[in-house]
């Protein structure tokens, strides 16, 4: 089965600091994505990379950064955290292709105070 | 604009009924649909998908209907079971050679009453 792990299930950080949430999948898969999800919104696609070092804005992209420094890992970068970044946090990996099915991780539950 | 739209935020079905999930679309490109099921506390899981080459597509007690004219498709499932309670988000991609990620709906709460 394919694993996509992050790191933390919950989280709280403070106003104004920097927060690193990290993405793990062990399937050799090309594309990794970021997405949050907030009640009445659904899933917003963050940030997403299909390859090594690549990324790509997704529809929701300011006041984040990603790192894909290997295949397996795929970072999302809070520079400096507002409440409004208050959300749950999802990855997600597929194939070579953006429609195959998404197999996402569990989840992280990001409170910024 | 919203391209993938799922009108009901909510569902109550009674065990064993059928639950019937809506979705609708506004970009014509679209040719390729995915249900996925999320619950609390779980990224959301692949459920059953569909081209747009098809009408129908089944799989077991789940089955998506697809209506190009009317840019429109829905989930039945039958019968519904309270394992069944989730969120469910409809997807779709305007690209089946896959250069697009997948568009979102907002998704539907669903809630099997036994």
């Known amino acids: 089965d394919v694993k996509v792990t992050q790191s933390s299930r919950y989280l709280v950080k403070r106003t104004g600091e920097k927060v690193f949430l990290e993405c793990v999948q062990d399937?050799?898969?090309?594309?990794m994505f970021w997405y949050r999800q907030d009640p009445g919104l659904g899933l917003r696609l963050i940030y997403f990379?299909?390859?090594?070092?690549?990324?790509e804005k997704g529809d929701i992209p300011e006041g984040y950064s990603v790192s894909r420094e290997k295949k397996e890992r795929f970072s999302l970068i809070l520079e400096s955290a507002s409440t409004n970044q208050t959300s749950m946090y999802l990855c997600?990996?597929?194939?070579?292709?953006?429609?195959?099915?998404?197999?996402f991780g569990s989840g992280t539950q990001l409170s910024v105070l | 604009d919203q391209q993938v739209k799922q009108n009901s935020p909510s569902l109550s079905v009674q065990e064993g009924r059928i639950s019937i999930l809506n979705c609708d679309y506004t970009?014509?490109?679209?040719?390729?649909f995915l249900w996925y099921k999320k619950y609390p506390a779980e990224g959301p899981t692949f459920l059953i998908s569909?081209?747009?080459?098809?009408d129908k597509n089944e799989d077991g007690r789940f089955t998506v209907f697809l209506n190009k004219s009317a840019k429109h498709l829905s989930l039945h499932i039958v019968p519904s079971q309270p394992g069944d309670s989730a969120v469910y988000f409809c997807?779709?991609?305007?690209?089946?050679?896959?250069?697009?990620?997948?568009?979102f709906g907002k998704g539907t709460r669903l809630s099997v009453i036994a």
């Open positions: 990379s299909y390859d090594v070092k690549m990324k």
């Open positions: 997807a779709a991609s305007s690209d089946y050679s896959g250069n697009t990620p997948l568009v």
């Open positions: 997600a990996s597929s194939p070579g292709v953006f429609n195959e099915k998404l197999f």
């Open positions: 399937m050799d898969h090309e594309n």
């Open positions: 970009n014509s490109m679209f040719d390729y």
């Open positions: 569909i081209s747009s080459i098809k």
